[in-house]
T-cell receptor, first 115, second 112 residues
Framework: DSGVTQTPKHLITATGQRVTLRCSPR?????VYWYQQSLDQGLQFLIQ???????AKGNILERFSAQQFPDLHSELNLSSLELGDSALYFC??????????????FGPGTRLLVL | KNQVEQSPQSLIILEGKNCTLQ??????????LRWYKQDTGRGPVSLTI?????NTKSNGRYTATLDADTKQSSLHITASQLSDSASYIC???????????FGKGTLLTVNP
């Protein structure tokens, strides 16, 4: 158990809908990262927040947005969902900004299925 | 463009045998290289992290090597166990903001 929690574990929804994924980092970690993992793409970095502020942006679509709250939990919002958004979404956390040798601790993931 | 290429894509070995997984990268500037183990349907777990000056790092039966000149890394698994069956992902940190670039992973299957 990494100490990172994600809810829900599974999510089934329809195209065009909007969903919110939630992540609670390990106690004391200030950085939260979101990743998407689909079968043919491997892990794709979406976005990083550090202490409430956006720190780095990866391949995140405009239909997706995220935020980190004062209690450091984070939410990833996915809107106008398409079939291709079906994937595993992972959240990870680390103590600082992960620039040097920080380990990122991954949560168990949320499996999203868009029908 | 920053890229991480892993080989082989998949590998099947017998329990107790050794194996070596390869990772080539083009990330620049380079900060560090990580190996993760990911069991099916679960989040990745860090095995090793190496910086430019580190040539080798061990974590139990896992030994990672890094050649920063040729931009290659390998992960050697000794005396494999059934529980080693997983995807092994090479990740390189570097570029602007120390972004992580992920390889697609090597799927290792250890058979009894």
């Amino acid at each position: 158990d990494s100490g990172v929690t994600q809810t829900p574990k599974h999510l089934i929804t329809a195209t065009g809908q909007r969903v919110t994924l939630r992540c609670s980092p390990r106690s004391g970690d200030l950085s939260v990262y979101w990743y998407q993992q689909s079968l043919d793409q491997g892990l794709q970095f979406l976005i990083q927040y550090y202490n409430g502020e956006e720190r780095a942006k990866g391949n995140i679509l405009e239909r997706f947005s995220a935020q980190q709250f004062p209690d450091l939990h984070s939410e990833l919002n996915l809107s106008s969902l398409e079939l291709g958004d079906s994937a595993l979404y992972f959240c990870a956390s680390s103590p600082g900004t992960s620039g040097r040798k920080e380990t990122q601790y991954f949560g168990p993931g949320t499996r999203l299925l868009v029908l | 463009k920053n890229q991480v290429e892993q080989s082989p894509q998949s590998l099947i070995i017998l329990e107790g045998k050794n194996c070596t997984l390869q990772c080539n990268y083009t990330v620049s500037p380079f900060s560090n290289l990580r190996w993760y183990k990911q069991d099916t349907g679960r989040g990745p777990v860090s095995l090793t992290i190496m910086t430019f000056s580190e040539n080798t790092k061990s974590n139990g039966r896992y030994t990672a090597t890094l050649d920063a000149d040729t931009k290659q890394s390998s992960l050697h698994i000794t005396a494999s166990q059934l529980s080693d069956s997983a995807s092994y992902i090479c990740v390189v940190s570097g570029g602007s903001n120390y972004k992580l670039t992920f390889g697609k992973g090597t799927l290792l299957t250890v058979n009894p």
